[in-house]
């Protein structure tokens, strides 16, 4: 006799809220101690991470220490996985030994999901001017595999199959 178990589950988007928890945490840290952000610009950061979270616009988020040459020091790199297996994350806050470093400043790169790259330019115009963004986003040149650094896997962040995988590059 053979038994077959399906497990199937749907995320919401207090699912993508609760996974988002562990990075925003993980970028709050990393903020404060390098003390190149203050906390009101690290809370409209993370607003504008999660506009683009919640609507599965986004595959992944970078946040990087860069020196005066614009070369990346370190970074954590949060890859969103829409499908999953993780029902619950692990605990914040692992891996942020990050210090402050003269002459270096913090930035912050989206990368983004199929679903925001199939939008008309239209359609991308009209969600960023019908959202409330706190920022102005641009383009960049940094190469975010950072293949000139090591990396270490972190803390998988997840619920109801929704995922972030933290991996952290020195």
Partial sequence: MYNTITNTTTYTVIDIRKTFEGCETD???IARRTGKWEVSYTDNVFNDIMIYAENE???SV???????NNTVLRASK???NANGTAISSERA???????????????????????????TATDKSNFQKNNNFKLSWSTTDIDNSFPHLSNSQGQLYGSKGYE???TTYK
């Fill in 27 to 29: 970028i709050r840290t």
């Fill in 57 to 59: 616009y986004l595959k």
């Fill in 62 to 68: 970078d946040i990087v220490l860069l020196n005066e």
């Fill in 78 to 80: 949060f890859v969103v």
């Fill in 93 to 119: 806050g692992n891996n942020n030994d990050w210090s402050n470093l003269p002459d270096t400043h913090l930035s912050v790169i989206l990368s983004f999901s199929k679903k925001w790259n199939d939008l």
């Fill in 164 to 166: 972030l995988q933290k």
